[in-house]
DNA sequence: CGACCGTTTGATAGTGCTCAATTCAAGTGG
DNA sequence: CCACTTGAATTGAGCACTATCAAACGGTCG
């Protein structure tokens, strides 16, 4: 798995608005742009970090597509979370300066390594980025209630429609159809992250085909009726 | 539900050393006192913050017990986590300056008040003190995964046995007995923490029983065979 | 083209849920 | 002090949803 590293800065950054906002002042722009010390490709199927591994950095997603997952003792594993670009992974490791789960590349995929050093650094003399960082991982807190509620309350047909409608929310943000999208992960990875069996994740794509919701060709989804699916799915919390 | 206020610092608090560890020279125990704005105690039943309430600050947990819990669109609600005594909480708020869950007491209890302004200004002056800033929150989150984990791969008795062990080892950390606790929260409030309908519970508890593993009267629980306990529950992710 | 991986679909079994009745503990008021 | 009320917990019977096992299909890539 062949990995490259390059040189950047942050601003001149084409995709720098969906990870570090604007509003720095013009005086701070050179500090940040010292927060990156490189970058990686990922290859699909590589590791950006492993369970266990040294925690040294945050990273920030330029392109691609990642699963979050964690092994268990006695060998299953979980996918705890999809990541995409504009997204910042590796918040997990900084308790005990290592990671606790595995960050899997679903297709060729372009990171930013943050420094963890250079974030405190920073932190402690930009307000607004010190501000920014806690945001992000009290983000990630509250997404992560959001998918302990998807587990412990909904119902398979609830859960497929509430990710559907998260990954075309996300999508959207980001510039996309707002009606299409092309799955980067297999059912069973789908499964994994609902707590359902992959067959059980085909069967409910079916029945929503059937029932004119949406159309699904393997991996492409095609959303007919958004409204009558969050009607089934958005059990979320507003706010 | 009557609330009283206090002042106090840090410095000569006797739970000092659960919620805000030792560490920080003495040059920078004077900036530490000014975290505290105060105390608040709330009755059992009584709520520290609710879901959509403007954020202003975290809480650190003096006595008591707390539950999180989050409201659904069509009325349901979950229970997303126990908190007790030592822990922190609130940090779901710094994301949109609002609360995303409500926050109650499960019996009558005593918390620390910190403005989340000082905690930012302290910080920025104190390096170790952002650094458990820092820990706090990632902890939160790989706390959650785990969560997440159970609710997503995990079968219902498996998930009675790992929710015991938890409650245990927090306890345990706190110097209580490690073979005996008293539940602060109802069959119910456990089974919607781990997505579980309250008659399961309670059928899981007398199958525990039955086969020896643990002792129920109401909501006391007496470890009997801690070893049994963890085969059945303990496919956490060891790190 | 053929092999392989991912997906779909069917039949069956199992786990946990629903509905309902009963027991238990702790107040509450006469 | 005891009958009564109330909320929590236990237990049972039947059912619904999802998992499991199995087979067939389809797209992709050597």
Redesign the interface.
């Known amino acids: 798995m062949r990995e490259e590293t390059k040189k950047i800065a942050c601003s001149n950054c084409s995709s720098r608005t969906s990870c570090i906002p604007t509003g720095w002042g013009e005086a701070h722009l050179r500090q940040i742009d010292n927060l990156i010390s490189s970058r990686r490709s990922i290859r699909r199927g590589g590791v950006l970090f492993y369970?266990?591994e040294p925690f040294s950095a945050l990273y920030a997603i330029r392109t691609g597509f990642f699963k979050t997952s964690?092994?268990?003792?006695?060998g299953?594993a979980?996918v705890?979370g999809f990541q995409m670009a504009g997204e910042i992974i590796g918040?997990?490791?900084?308790?005990?300066a290592?990671h606790?789960?595995d960050e899997i590349a679903l297709e060729d995929a372009d990171v930013c390594v943050m420094p963890y050093d250079r974030i405190?650094d920073i932190?402690?003399e930009v307000?607004a980025f010190?501000?920014h960082?806690?945001?992000l991982?009290?983000?990630?807190?509250?997404r992560?209630?959001?998918?302990?509620?998807l587990?412990?309350?909904m119902r398979a047909e609830e859960r497929l429609a509430a990710f559907l409608l998260d990954l075309m929310q996300r999508l959207q943000a980001r510039g996309f159809s707002n009606s299409e999208l092309i799955l980067r992960m297999t059912r069973e990875e789908i499964g994994?992250?609902?707590?359902l069996k992959l067959e059980t994740v085909s069967r409910t794509f079916s029945r929503f085909a059937q029932e004119g919701l949406i159309e699904v060709r393997q991996r492409h989804i095609q959303i007919r009726d958004g409204q009558a699916l969050s009607q089934r799915g958005?059990?979320?919390?507003?706010?």
Chains 1, 2 share one sequence.
């Open positions: 369970n266990g964690l092994g268990t003792e006695d299953r979980q705890t918040l997990d490791g900084i308790v005990n290592r606790t789960c405190e932190s402690r307000v010190q501000r960082i806690h945001r991982m009290s983000r990630e807190i509250v992560e209630h959001r998918v302990v509620l587990l412990g309350s994994s992250y609902l707590g958005y059990r979320q919390i507003c706010y």
